[in-house]
C-alpha cells in the first residue's frame, strides 16, 4: 500500500533522531522531540529529521513515477516551546501526547507551507534554538488562522553547510525585499521580489509576495500593519 510505503522510512526516521511518535491522522505524523525524553538539541533534531524526511520523500516520488504510480507532496511545520505532555484521554482510553500553544502554532504552520510554496516551515523559536546546525530564509511575520498576534517563521532549507551557491544569493535577495515590503514600500518591494525571480524563476515565496504587493498597491494594509501576512485558512 502507498501510505505504508510512505509511512515506514518517515517513521523510521524520526526514530533516527530520538523523536517520539504520537500519531498518524491519515497521511499526517504527529512527531514529538524533546519529550518524554529531555534533550537540549530537540529542535535541531527535529529540523534534521524534516530535511531528511523531505528527501527520503523524494526517493519514494522517483520510485512511484517509474512505476507508474501516483505520487504525493507533503509540508512539514514544525514548533518549539512550553507544552503538556504526559498521558491524555479518558478513563476508557489514554495516550501519551502533547497539548498547547506551541503545539497548535506547528499545527498552523504545515498547511501555511501551501501559502508560500515552501515545504517545511519552522518558528521563531525553532529557529533560534537550531541555527547553528540550520540553513534557513526569514519568510516574515505569520498570524496564525485563530490567532492574534504574529510570529516569525523560516522555510527550513538544509543542514548547515548544505546551501548552494544559488539558493544562498536568493536568501540574501529575499530578506532585503522583505525588509522594504514591511516598511509598506510595495512598488520597490515588488521590483525586488521580482530580482529573486531572476535566480530561482518558480520561487514561490518571492511569487506570493508579489501577487501580494499588487493587492496592497490598491488596497493597502491598516496603518499599524508591520508586514504581517494573515493566515486565513487552517
Request: aromatic residues 8%; negative net charge; charged residues 20%.
Amino acid at each position: 500500500m502507498l501510505l505504508n510505503e510512505y509511512l515506514t522510512p518517515m517513521t523510521n526516521l524520526v526514530f533516527k533522531y530520538n523523536g517520539t511518535l504520537d500519531k498518524y491522522m491519515g497521511d499526517a505524523i504527529m512527531a514529538i522531540f524533546g519529550a518524554p525524553i529531555a534533550s537540549p538539541n530537540h529542535a535541531a533534531l527535529g529540523c534534521q529529521t524534516a530535511i531528511e524526511m523531505m528527501e527520503a520523500l523524494q526517493a519514494l516520488r522517483d520510485q512511484w513515477a517509474a512505476q507508474g504510480l501516483p505520487t504525493m507532496d507533503i509540508g512539514i511545520g514544525l514548533n518549539t516551546g512550553l507544552m503538556s505532555a504526559g498521558n491524555m484521554g479518558s478513563t476508557q482510553k489514554m495516550q501519551y501526547t502533547v497539548m498547547g500553544d506551541a503545539v497548535n502554532q506547528a499545527a498552523r504552520f504545515e498547511p501555511a507551507c501551501k501559502i508560500f510554496g515552501v515545504l517545511i516551515m519552522i518558528g521563531e523559536s525553532t529557529y533560534q534554538m537550531a541555527k547553528d546546525k540550520i540553513e534557513a530564509r526569514k519568510l516574515g511575520l505569520l498570524v496564525a488562522k485563530g490567532k492574534y498576534e504574529s510570529v516569525e517563521v523560516y522555510e527550513l532549507l538544509a543542514k548547515k553547510g548544505d546551501l548552494d551557491e544559488t539558493k544562498s544569493k536568493l536568501v540574501q535577495k529575499f530578506e532585503a525585499a522583505w525588509a522594504i515590503y514591511a516598511q509598506g514600500k510595495f512598488d520597490e518591494a515588488k521590483v525586488a521580489f521580482g530580482e529573486c525571480l531572476k535566480i530561482v524563476p518558480d520561487d514561490g515565496p518571492s511569487l506570493a509576495y508579489i501577487e501580494q504587493c499588487t493587492r496592497f498597491t490598491s488596497d493597502p494594509p491598516p496603518e499599524n500593519w508591520a508586514g504581517e501576512w494573515i493566515q486565513l485558512a487552517k
